[in-house]
Every structure is written in structure tokens, then in C-alpha cells.
């Protein structure tokens, strides 16, 4: 008998995943439905598009799993509302005398700072002897992580702001079970400390790191500034937390459906900005965090014997990090879970929940995040159609996107099921012939409205990654960067940051035939076996989810071309 699990997550990045079995069906972010970046409420949407995927009706959910409110691995809850039954609380069971539905929309009333919801407000209504189960915020990271690295042991790490009041942990994953070796809270945080940072920068926590880390390698920190952020950072040694970081819980301003931590002691940093370059203190941040973070991993990696690393939360989207623990620690396979935020939570519960109660299951490899929506043909005829829009139906989809891309045009390539996480990997991608010298000037300028500084990152067929990169393993996923090979590095300078690195996703046939084709039609007309790849959406904005949200991004900017299933518009 099938048998369906259901988490969903109501913070920052808020959104839902469906196991089916043993199998991802269904996982999306709410942000993409309502198209308010990093949406932090009651993922409605979400919900309903994996049991819709899955075919199924909320009768037919066998349980519920929330990645929330467990203070020791699987055990107890902190319990932050009333008239809840202490006594009858544990992996598997709901609260007494409440039906799912009462339970969970108390929960948004309390997150809502007890803002009683209107009667219009949709929810879904799940039957009462739904079970309920919660997974705390880091074993869910850590589950995301293991159980999708296809390797039976790994040393497995996550790291990011702060859930259930933990900002860190560390495991090892063997034999299929996941065995806690040690957590931090607050005063170990390297999200906080990267956080005040971007913040003191400018920058919204919880979006703009990136950007910190992009500008870190335009500058060249002196001593003393290293040794003033020195004292923000936590420091560890021998695996365990030694200086704490001074930076105290933020406050927070709700804005549109979201919220914008706000931490006191970015002032202070700020301050800094009268004596030192933007670039310089991003630097310094960049540095200290792949020292701590280096120190902490590979302490862990000795200590427990382990050939495999697996990560996941948020501190790991940062690749220049995961470069350096790839380069630095001998790892015979390395793996970050491509959602590797908060929106990875419903994700790595269901698989934790699954897990535990199949001991003897082991981790499988994960092939691909394309589990969000895709649209057949009719639908995107009728948005067409719709729209009174003059397009073509070519013989073959990728000799003209090819030919296009030779002829150095920009286009949006948007086909299939929508990806999970924050990286775009050709499904919904921006397109062009990474060999331009102005290639990156034009997209950041004509197409994303964003820095011009801002690097970009490659698809490349997997026999090309020796010919291109030092030492590079088949990250299929973006999620680390790698050095470019010096007799490449004009050859391709679109794709090819300023301090030599660049961020690739390998694209195997297996995973994305129809991407695939396209890279291997590109190079066998005359370019080469890459492309520059970067989400479709614009600076600010979501990834395009729809058929109507790509058609009207793509008349929202400089776009030449879209690409939509076997359709193409031009401009």
C-alpha cells in the first residue's frame, strides 16, 4: 500500500515537499506561487500543488511532519502555545483533543502573533486521525543531506542562522541512521556573523550573502581589519565551540509576507565603512568563515573516520566555502543538498520520518531537484494564444536555441518541471554563449538589473570539466566553485570571476536529457561545451514558475528569445 508523508514549513523560504513511498514527488517553494521572494507564512499553495502532483486528496495524507520545535534529537518539544498536552508528545503523534486542522491553524495564530485568521482564509483541511510528527529544524537540514548523498557514511554538518534555538550541528550518518555528535546555539553561529555583515553592507539578511561573498573577492583585507571581525565570528577548536560570537538575537521587521532580520551590531560593523572598503570588509568576513568553518569540518572529518561529506543549511550555499573544505580536506565524495536553506526543511523531514521508521533503507543518490511544476503544451498554447503573441514551433527546439546563441543572443530557457532550491539548472534558466567579453555586462545589466559585479556560473557537459577546471568533481547541483584552468580562463570569461573561480553544473544526460542536447548541439556548431547559466527571474524577484510568469519576464527586460517547451518567442 502507498503511503504518503507531507511536510510544510512556515518561516522564511516557506513551502512544502511530498514523499510518496521512498520517493520525492513533490517540493516548492511558496515564494514561486505568490511570487513574494522568501515568503514567510501558511504555504498554501505549495501544500496543494504536491498533493495535486501526487494525484492525491489531504484524506489520503498518512502524516503530517513538521520541521519544527524538537530540542533533542526526536524527543521533546518546546512548547511555545497553550492547552497542549505535554504528556502525550513524540515522534508520530498529534495533539490531544485536537483535530490537525485546530492544531495547525493554532500554530499560524501564534506565529502570527495571535492574529486571529479570517474566515476566507484557505487552509487545507486534513482528517483528525491525520498523524502529526515534528523533526527539528537541524535534523531535517542534516536528513536533506544524508539521505540524498547516496554514500552509507558521511560525516554530515549543517550550519546556518539559528532553528529550535541551534545554529550548528554536526553528524554521523551510518548505516543508514544518523547519530549526533554535537550542536551549538546562538553563540556559534556563522549565519549570524555573515549576516551582520551583508546587513552593515547593506544588504537583506537572508538574501544577500551572496552578494557579500561575490564582492569578498574584489578585495584584499589587511591584518587589522581580519582581527576586528575577529572578534564577531565564533571560533572553534578541536570541534568545539571556544569564543562564542557577542551578536544577540535580531529584531525583526515584517514586510510584505516576509520578515528582515535587523541585528544591532551591524552598526557598529557599518561603522567600519569610514576607514575600509566595502570589498575589503567582505573579504575579511569570507576569510574568517572558511577558516572556522575548516577548522570545525575538518576536526569532525578526522575524528570520525569518514570518506563523505554531506551538507546542508544555509551557511553552505556559500561555495566559496564548500570549495575550500572540497580542496583542502581529503573527501572521497562531497555533497550539499542543493536547497540547502529553509526551504530544504519539508524536504529532509519526510526523509527523516521515512528513515527512522525503515531502518534498514539506506541513502540514495539524488539524480535531480526537478520537482516542482512543469505545463504541457496546451497550456503554454493557450497562455500564447492568449496573449495574441506572435511565436514559432521549430523543428527542433535546440538547433534554433543554438543557433541563437551563436549569434549572441540572450535567451530564457524554461522547459520541463520547475527546479527545487535557488539555483536555476535548466529548467528555468537565462542563456548565453559564455565566450563574450561583455556576455556578463549584458545579462547583469540588460537582463537582472543587478551589480555589475555580480559573477555568473556555467553548465558544461561532464566530459569537458578536466579540459576546464583544477581538480573538479561532477557537482551537478552548482553548489561549489572550482578554479578555472589558466589557458581557459580567456576563453571564457563570462563565466569566470575575477579571482580565477568559477561555479559549474555539470549536466549529465541521464538527469536533463533535453539541457543536455542543447549544451551538445551549442558546442557541435561552433562553441564550446558550456553555457552561462543563470536563473530566469529578475533582480528581486522569484524564479519564474508558470508559463504566464515566463512570458512576462521576458517582455519585462532584454531578453531576445524564450524558449518554452517546443515554442519560441522573439523579439
Not at 528513515?355 to 498554447?381: A, C, K, M, N, T
Not at 511565436?391 to 527545487?420: H, N
Request: charged residues 25%; contains cysteine.
Amino acid at each position: 500500500m502507498t503511503t504518503h508523508t507531507l511536510s510544510f514549513h512556515t518561516t522564511h523560504n516557506a513551502g512544502a515537499a511530498l514523499l510518496e513511498d521512498d520517493s520525492i514527488v513533490a517540493a516548492a517553494s511558496e515564494e514561486r506561487f505568490n511570487r513574494q521572494k522568501h515568503y514567510a507564512s501558511l504555504p498554501y499553495e505549495s501544500i496543494q500543488y504536491c498533493l495535486d502532483t501526487a494525484g492525491i486528496s489531504p484524506e489520503d495524507v498518512d502524516k503530517i511532519v513538521i520541521p519544527a520545535d524538537v530540542v533533542t534529537s526526536g524527543a521533546k518539544l518546546l512548547l511555545d502555545w497553550n492547552d497542549y498536552d505535554a504528556e502525550n508528545i513524540s515522534q508520530g503523534s498529534r495533539p490531544t483533543g485536537k483535530t490537525t486542522k485546530k492544531w495547525l491553524a493554532e500554530r499560524v495564530r501564534t506565529w502570527k502573533q495571535d492574529t486571529a485568521m479570517p474566515a476566507y482564509a484557505r487552509l487545507v483541511e486534513f482528517p483528525s486521525d491525520t498523524r502529526l510528527q515534528t523533526v527539528n529544524h537541524h535534523e531535517a537540514h542534516a536528513a536533506s543531506a544524508y539521505y540524498t548523498c547516496g554514500n552509507d557514511d558521511a560525516l554530515v554538518v549543517t550550519s546556518d542562522g539559528l532553528g529550535d534555538d541551534i545554529s550548528l550541528t554536526v553528524w554521523h550518518g551510518r548505516d543508514g541512521k544518523l547519530n549526533e555528535l554535537y550542536r551549538v546555539g546562538k553563540e556559534g553561529s556563522f549565519g549570524y556573523f555573515y549576516g551582520v555583515v551583508t546587513q552593515a553592507l547593506g544588504w537583506w539578511v537572508g538574501n544577500g550573502e551572496g552578494k557579500t561573498m561575490g564582492l569578498s573577492s574584489y578585495g584584499d583585507a589587511p591584518a587589522e581589519l581580519i582581527e576586528t571581525l575577529r572578534d564577531y565570528c565564533p571560533e572553534f577548536r578541536n570541534g568545539r565551540l571556544e569564543s562564542p560570537t557577542p551578536i544577540d538575537y535580531p529584531s525583526v521587521w515584517r514586510n510584505l509576507d516576509t520578515f528582515h532580520p535587523n541585528f544591532e551590531e551591524a552598526d557598529e560593523i557599518e561603522a567600519l565603512l569610514d576607514n575600509y572598503e566595502r570589498e575589503d570588509i567582505a573579504d575579511a568576513a569570507q576569510q574568517l568563515l572558511e577558516e572556522q568553518i575548516l577548522e570545525l569540518v575538518g576536526y569532525w572529518f578526522a575524528e570520525t573516520g569518514a570518506r563523505n561529506l554531506a551538507l546542508a543549511g544555509g551557511v553552505f550555499l556559500n561555495v566559496a566555502v564548500n570549495r575550500r573544505l572540497l580542496y583542502e580536506l581529503d573527501i572521497d565524495d562531497f555533497h550539499a543538498f542543493p536547497a540547502a536553506g529553509d526551504d530544504g526543511l519539508p524536504v529532509g523531514a519526510v526523509l527523516s520520518s521515512y528513515y527512522v521508521e525503515h531502518h534498514d533503507e539506506r541513502p540514495q543518490h539524488l539524480e535531480h531537484p526537478d520537482f516542482g511544476p512543469g505545463f504541457s503544451d496546451d497550456r503554454i498554447e493557450t497562455v500564447l494564444d492568449g496573449r495574441e503573441l506572435d511565436y514559432s514551433k521549430p523543428d527542433s527546439i535546440t538547433d534554433r536555441v543554438a543557433e541563437l546563441l551563436l549569434d549572441e543572443k540572450i535567451v530564457a530557457w524554461c522547459q520541463g518541471r520547475m527546479e527545487f532550491g535557488p539555483r536555476a539548472l535548466g529548467n528555468r534558466s537565462i542563456l548565453i554563449d559564455p565566450r563574450l567579453d561583455d556576455g556578463k555586462d549584458r545579462v547583469n545589466a540588460e537582463i537582472k538589473f543587478r551589480e555589475s559585479w555580480r559573477p555568473f556560473a556555467p553548465s558544461m557537459l561532464e566530459r569537458a570539466i578536466d579540459e576546464y577546471l583544477v581538480e573538479p568533481v561532477p557537482d551537478t547541483f552548482m553548489i561549489t566553485s572550482y578554479e578555472v584552468r589558466d589557458e581557459k580562463k580567456d576563453e571564457i570569461p563570462a563565466v569566470t570571476h575575477v579571482d580565477g573561480t568559477t561555479r559549474p553544473q555539470v549536466v549529465k544526460a541521464d538527469a536533463n536529457p533535453h539541457y543536455h542536447e542543447l549544451i551538445e548541439t551549442f558546442d557541435a556548431k561552433g562553441g564550446v561545451p558550456l553555457l552561462l547559466n543563470t536563473s530566469f527571474n529578475l533582480s528581486g524577484q522569484p524564479i519564474v514558475c508558470t508559463a504566464e510568469d515566463a512570458v512576462g519576464t521576458f517582455y519585462n527586460c532584454g531578453l531576445d528569445a524564450l524558449a518554452i517547451g517546443d515554442y519560441l518567442l522573439e523579439k
